[in-house]
């Protein structure tokens, strides 16, 4: 892309600026070209048609997301817990894009046998500390680290944690292979248990696209206001659920 209204440059990133604003060939000296990074083709109409991405950037709901920045956050946040790292969209719904992290625990300290490599003095080993217990990765831990140093719309709607990534015949990660996160309902919830509670998990379906609707296994009851939205008030023993 190129004209008067090309960009100078990436403020205070002059690598990226290197990378994507290059010298353009078929203007004056010193004009210069942006790489979008969008792959395109050239129609017999003499009209450009949108083939793709060169890079993993995604668009979702509006956000251009840069999946590589997630999966840093991810490897951050687990504090050297977590091993690899990979977000995808998934469209698991029609019409309904999310994001999806996955993540492998790190290899511990103590996959390595300090005997084999002592040889006989391998006794006086025996004083040292042991090695640290290998850390377990939380989801909902990682997920909310995320969060908190990334933008909404860039925090992962599930994060899954594998025992390993599965792996193409070239051994690279197979991003086609991993699998949907698995639906489960929060505990202390059950299912809608009658047509006004499936028309109300509907209508919250509709209005906010969550994976499950719910409502509390207590004495708690559904209620419809005609004119005001529905409220939880604290002590009212009313509440609504989506999850």
Excluded at 8 to 32: M, S
Aim: charged letters at 20%; a positive charge.
């Amino acid at each position: 892309m190129g004209g008067d209204a090309v960009a100078r440059g990436y403020l205070g990133r002059p690598g990226l600026t290197a990378a994507r604003f290059v010298a353009d060939p078929f203007g004056p000296p010193g004009a210069r070209l942006y790489r979008t990074g969008d792959r395109v083709r050239r129609t017999a109409q003499e009209e450009l048609e949108f083939l793709g991405r060169l890079d993993r950037q995604v668009k979702i709901r509006g956000f251009r997301i840069e999946p590589g920045e997630i999966e840093t956050a991810l490897r951050r946040a687990g504090a050297g817990a977590v091993g690899e790292a990979v977000v995808v969209v998934r469209e698991d719904e029609p019409g309904r894009l999310r994001l999806v992290g996955y993540v492998t625990p790190s290899e511990g300290a103590s996959g390595a046998d300090p005997a084999a490599s002592t040889g006989p003095s391998a006794p006086a080993a025996a004083d040292a500390p042991a090695p640290p217990p290998a850390r377990s990765l939380d989801p909902a831990a990682l997920r909310a680290a995320v969060a908190a140093v990334l933008p909404a719309h860039m925090v992962p709607s599930a994060v899954v944690v594998l025992d390993r990534m599965p792996l193409t015949p070239q051994h690279k990660i197979d991003r086609r292979a991993l699998p949907a996160p698995e639906r489960a309902v929060p505990a202390g919830r059950v299912g809608p248990r009658s047509a006004e509670e499936r028309a109300l998990a509907a209508i919250w379906r509709m209005s906010w696209a969550p994976t499950r609707s719910g409502s509390p296994t207590t004495s708690s009851t559904w209620a419809v206001s005609r004119s005001s939205p529905p409220v939880s008030s604290p002590g009212s023993g009313t509440s609504w659920a989506s999850g």
